[in-house]
């Protein structure tokens, strides 16, 4: 266990679906971040939250849409998704980054299966 | 923009022998960081060992050592006397570490290590 849960672990939802992915960390960090894993692709990072303030988009379709409560906690609203939007999404935290390096910690992730 | 490429799909080792993953990148930047994460089947992807470009030694954790080449922008990744437990996915990272540079993890499409007894 990293200290970073995400629930659900597996979700299945149609194309009309609304649904929200829950990350929380219990380290302490101020820095949280959603990637997106597909299969035969590299991982690619999709928003980072320092403090609750969004500080990257690497644009990503609006109709993916992060919400950042506090520090602890991450969601990422999902809303008429697309087959290919079927991927791991990982969520991951870390001390605050500004020029200085700080580990990144990586939740298990929830698979998601867009039908 | 900052591109990872790990070449080797899948590798396998036998346990007890040593094995290296290859890993190129490509950069102007002149200072970065490079790691190496593992993702077990249960795929909560963990670091494994990072490497600050600015030094000439290469980082070693245990069993796992890196092979750092800055001009030829190579890091590849040697695990000694491989258990049963290395088997996993391997990603390559790369993170600027230049003022004004991406914080963001770029991530190479990763190498699936299996171990046979």
């Known amino acids: 266990e990293t200290g970073v849960t995400q629930t659900p672990r597996h979700l299945v939802m149609g194309m009309t679906n609304k649904k929200s992915l829950k990350c929380e960390q219990h380290?302490?960090?101020?820095?949280m971040y959603w990637y997106k894993q597909s299969a035969k692709k590299p991982l690619e990072l999709m928003f980072v939250?320092?403090?609750?303030?969004?500080?990257e988009n690497n644009s990503v379709p609006s109709r993916f849409s992060p919400e950042c409560p506090n520090s602890s906690h991450l969601f990422l609203h999902l809303h008429t998704l697309q087959p290919e939007d079927s991927a791991l999404y990982l969520c991951?935290?870390?001390?605050?980054?500004?020029?200085?390096?700080?580990?990144?910690?990586f939740g298990p992730g929830t698979r998601l299966t867009v039908t | 923009a900052q591109t990872v490429t790990q070449s080797q799909p899948e590798m396998s080792v036998q346990e007890a022998e040593t094995v290296t993953l290859s890993c190129t990148y490509d950069?102007?930047?002149?200072?970065?960081?490079l790691f190496w994460y593992k993702q077990p089947p249960s795929r909560q992807m963990i670091l494994v060992i990072r490497?600050?470009?600015?030094?000439?030694q290469n980082a070693t954790e245990n069993r796992f050592s890196v092979n750092f080449q800055k001009a030829a922008k190579s890091f590849s990744l040697k695990i000694s006397d491989s258990q049963l437990g290395d088997a996993a996915m391997y990603f390559c990272?790369?993170?600027?570490?230049?003022?004004?540079?991406?914080?963001?993890?770029?991530f190479g499409k990763g190498t699936k290590l299996t171990v046979n007894p």
């Open positions: 990272a790369y993170r600027s570490r230049d003022r004004g540079g991406s914080e963001k993890l770029v």
């Open positions: 991951a935290s870390s001390h605050l980054t500004s020029g200085s390096w700080y580990e990144q910690y």
């Open positions: 490497q600050e470009a600015y030094k000439q």
């Open positions: 950069t102007s930047e002149s200072d970065y960081y």
């Open positions: 939250y320092n403090f609750k303030e969004q500080t």
């Open positions: 380290l302490g960090h101020n820095a």
